[in-house]
């Protein structure tokens, strides 16, 4: 069983930044691949960003490509997703997922097991 608290969302201007953390209660963090998605108002959940359980694969949906980066500390039990040069189409509510024993990033939703409550990023024009 893996506890998921999602924490740094808020309200941006375009062009900021901002850093998400997803802290993890429980054992075995290093076991669980972890994901970020986001999902917008009207609009199916994605996958922004995943990282294999030690971190040496990452998955980017092209949108954030070369704007957001996902790592993880196994020793904090966290994870996180530095966002920068939002974008007003960056406004979600955005999930951390964890889904144990997969090797590698997936950004498939199905296949993760615990969720976080989500915080809210807003990107003002």
């Known amino acids: 069983q893996v506890q998921l608290v999602e924490s740094g969302g808020g309200l941006v201007q375009a062009g900021g930044s901002l850093r998400l953390s997803c802290a993890a209660s429980?054992?075995?963090?290093?076991?669980?691949?972890m994901g970020w998605f986001r999902q917008a108002p009207g609009k199916e959940r994605e996958c922004v960003a995943a990282?294999?359980?030690?971190?040496?694969?990452?998955y980017y949906t092209d949108s954030v490509k070369g704007r957001f980066t996902i790592s993880r500390d196994n020793a904090k039990n966290t994870v996180y997703l530095q966002m920068n040069s939002l974008k007003p189409e960056d406004t979600a509510v955005y999930y951390c997922?964890?889904?144990?024993?997969?090797?590698?990033?997936?950004?498939?939703?199905?296949?993760?097991?615990?969720w976080g409550q989500g915080t809210q990023v807003t990107v003002s024009s």
């Open positions: 429980g054992r075995a963090f290093s076991s669980y691949a």
């Open positions: 990282i294999s359980m030690i971190g040496l694969s990452k």
């Open positions: 997922a964890a889904t144990h024993g997969k090797n590698g990033a997936t950004s498939t939703s199905g296949l993760y097991d615990y």
